[in-house]
């Protein structure tokens, strides 16, 4: 990623046809999941990003052999888990962290985790609450934050229901539930993403998925192969710059279309976005497709509550294509926002302010009351630590009149390398 400062101005129309890089839920599991399996794991398409580089950095410190063969392509030998003899480091990623909290709470082991400024204010009870009531010891700073200390084995099994749809929450009980004994259950009021049943299974463990997420008797892995298809929550951002930008069409190939994922495609088609998809097919055990969109007319949408675990990291990035839709646009049940990377509800609402977007916050909803014309933009937005909100504002930049500055733009680099050089190849001003 060039440099903390990308500017994006008005661009010409954007054409071409692109991938994305690999899933970045799909890319921490696989990498975990390959390190408590016996034998091989070979992985394809890993997203070689900060957040998943942390987990593959973790995943060798606790005793698995962790080998880069080729771009995207890794092979992970699984073992028995060690202590680490310095805490592990998880940057930005509150996946990475949680997830493999509950992955080493299996083992008799105790594992020291840490992170950046952003990640060591957000919550960590929510796994550390299920994992001691499994059993676990732990030690964490004030209102359960980072640094945490886990002091894992010897689990018993838990009936865990959640108050929210958490997929992070659920993996981690899940995966802490691997070596409990009795049985291990999570039940949430809407389904999280499944990504981490999907590929337990693909291991050879038995688990049910559903509104009950369920291990079965057996909870051994073997190695196997793991493709990572193109990241929907990457995606969204070319293919929104489309939308916005006039006279533009652009193609992502490979993406992965999920149904517990694709909440933001269904919303920016009610929109009346050009969206289309074509050559849905399997592809590792997952639906994948190529998305195409068109620069076009947008008009507000209302989206509930219901949704938002489908489309929980798209609001910032749909929040741009409302600021471009004719008519106000209602989003619901966002409270989870406020845990994100960044405050992430206050970060869309003082950056949308300052580009000249009416934006404001009603209980847990956001209100954008779209243009009709493109924004003035003209604004320097601060990237709070957050790589979906430098990549939403920088492509409000690439449609507004004037061009809108990100600082910390070196967040990118979590779940996106080569961002602003693949805006450039679609004729993105992206600088
Ligand atoms: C993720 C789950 C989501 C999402 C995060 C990735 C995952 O978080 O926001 O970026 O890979 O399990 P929650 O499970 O906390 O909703």
């Known amino acids: 990623m060039s440099g903390e400062r990308l500017t994006a101005s008005a661009s010409g129309a954007l054409h071409g046809t692109i991938v994305v890089p690999g899933d970045k839920s799909m890319s921490h599991r696989a990498l975990i999941l390959g390190g408590l399996a016996e034998g091989v794991t070979k992985i394809y398409g890993l997203l070689e990003g900060e957040d998943v580089l942390h987990t593959a950095r973790a995943v060798a410190a606790l005793g698995a052999n962790v080998e880069r063969i080729g771009p995207g392509?890794?092979?992970?030998?699984?073992?028995?888990?060690?202590?680490?003899?310095?805490?592990?480091?998880?940057?930005?990623?509150?996946?990475?962290?949680?997830?493999?909290?509950?992955?080493?709470?299996?083992?008799p082991i105790s594992v020291t985790f840490t992170g950046d400024e952003s990640l060591s204010g957000r919550p960590m009870g929510r796994v550390l609450g299920p994992l001691r009531e499994m059993g676990a010891g732990v030690e964490a700073a004030d209102g359960d934050r980072l640094p945490v200390t886990i002091h894992g084995g010897n689990l018993n099994g838990l009936r865990f229901v959640n108050e929210k749809a958490s997929a992070q929450v659920k993996s981690a009980i899940l995966f802490a539930g691997l070596r409990a004994s009795g049985a291990v259950e999570v039940v949430e009021p809407a389904r999280s993403r499944d990504h981490s049943e999907n590929m337990l299974r693909a291991f050879g463990?038995?688990?049910?998925?559903?509104?009950v997420a369920r291990l079965g008797a057996k909870r051994t892995l073997s190695g196997t192969e793991v493709y990572v298809p193109g990241d929907p929550s990457s995606a969204a951002f070319p293919l929104v710059a489309a939308l916005i930008v006039p006279g533009s069409a652009v193609t992502v190939t490979g993406v992965m279309l999920n149904p517990l994922r694709t909440g933001m495609f269904t919303t920016l088609v009610e929109m009346g976005a050009r969206l289309t998809i074509a050559n849905e097919r399997d592809f590792g055990g997952e639906r994948v497709g190529d998305i195409s969109a068109t620069f076009g007319a947008l008009r507000g949408v209302t989206v509930p509550a219901e949704r938002a675990p489908s489309m929980i990291d798209e609001y910032p990035i749909l929040a741009i294509a409302?600021?471009?839709?004719?008519?106000?646009?209602?989003?619901?049940?966002?409270?989870?926002l406020r845990v994100k990377e960044s405050d992430r509800l206050a970060a869309i609402i003082a950056g949308l302010v300052a580009c000249g977007v009416e934006a404001r916050e009603e209980g847990d909803?956001?209100?954008?009351?779209?243009?009709?014309?493109?924004?003035?933009g003209g604004a320097t937005i601060d990237a709070h630590h957050d790589h979906r909100i430098a990549m939403s504002f920088l492509t409000l930049g690439m449609a507004s009149h004037e061009p809108v500055a990100v600082t910390g733009a070196a967040t990118i680099a979590t779940s996106f390398p080569g961002y602003a050089e693949l805006m450039r190849s679609l004729g993105g001003r992206v600088e």
Do not use: K
Not at 365 to 376: M, W, Y
């Open 365 to 376: 909803s956001l209100i954008i009351d779209g243009l009709r014309a493109p924004p003035l």
């Open 73 to 107: 392509e890794w092979r992970v030998e699984g073992c028995e888990w060690i202590s680490p003899d310095e805490p592990v480091y998880f940057g930005n990623s509150g996946t990475g962290a949680r997830l493999l909290m509950g992955a080493a709470a299996g083992f």
């Open 205 to 211: 463990v038995e688990v049910e998925s559903g509104e």
């Open 322 to 336: 409302a600021a471009f839709a004719e008519g106000r646009s209602v989003m619901h049940g966002l409270a989870e």
